[in-house]
């Protein structure tokens, strides 16, 4: 594949937004770009795109906390080249670069293809519920 991955840098803000939209990742409560500018604020190594030649084809959110690391905004332009695999592979290696015991990422359950796909990079379901706060609103 000669696919580069990368940290996001200024000029991806705008595609990597189209493409969250069009793979369905965004929700009217989240504001895309508050998230990017969050993530940039503490975690900019984590936050990768996979670049076909200044072309954003895919993107990963990734995080951590000192406890956990998390996947997020996972989304690929073009699905069965690969490009979701190896933006996985690649945040799991600056993951676990820093200490990284652990990564988690949440799927609706509704979208069982994600799952599947998921399953097949060896994540697996965790008898867990999953709690949210909103502390700040973003629209």
Sequence with gaps: MSIAIRPLVDADVEPVVALWTAAGLTRPWNDPHKDIRRAREVWPELLLVADDDGAVVGTVMAGYDGHRGWLSYLASARRGEGIGRALVAE??????????????????????GVMDYYAELEYARDDVAVLGKRLIPDV
């Design 91 to 112: 945040a799991e290696r600056r993951l676990l670069a820093l200490g990284c015991p652990k990564v988690m990422l949440m799927v609706r359950a509704e979208n069982r």
